[in-house]
């Protein structure tokens, strides 16, 4: 009995796909925010006379990284190829996998990673 209720939940649940695709945006977003690591070694270049980054880059480069974080913090994932690829490359950042120096890097926030479970729970 308990073999055809797990099997008639299980026809019941709605279908997933599970290979990765180009149908899933959070692939693209996860690209955009890679695209932007750029902001790390754009602000190494100090002003002239300071110890101190360049601040328009400063502020040009951190408004995009802050920009692509947020693209892919509230992009759902459509294939639990995509969450997979989500979770992962956030794990990656966070290890410094991305990070020019390896230092851990703490680019997803608490309100960041609260729309990454509200987005794996879409799925």
Do not use: Q, W
Not at 19 to 42: C, L, M, R, S, T
Request: aromatic share 8%.
């Amino acid at each position: 009995m308990n073999i055809f209720i797990a099997t008639s939940a299980l026809t019941a649940a709605p279908s997933v796909p599970c290979v990765a695709g180009e149908d899933d945006p959070i692939f693209a977003a996860i690209e955009k925010h890679k695209a932007n690591a750029e902001y790390a070694e754009a602000t190494k270049e100090i002003f002239k006379d300071t110890l101190s980054p360049d601040p328009v880059k400063e502020e040009y480069f951190g408004d995009l990284e802050r920009s692509a974080c947020s693209d892919l913090s509230t992009t759902t994932p459509t294939t639990l190829a995509g969450l997979l690829a989500l979770l992962t490359y956030v794990e990656e950042v966070g290890e410094g996998k991305y990070s020019s120096s390896g230092r851990l890097d703490n680019a997803f926030g608490e309100e960041e990673l609260r729309n990454l479970i509200v987005s794996a729970r879409a799925v």
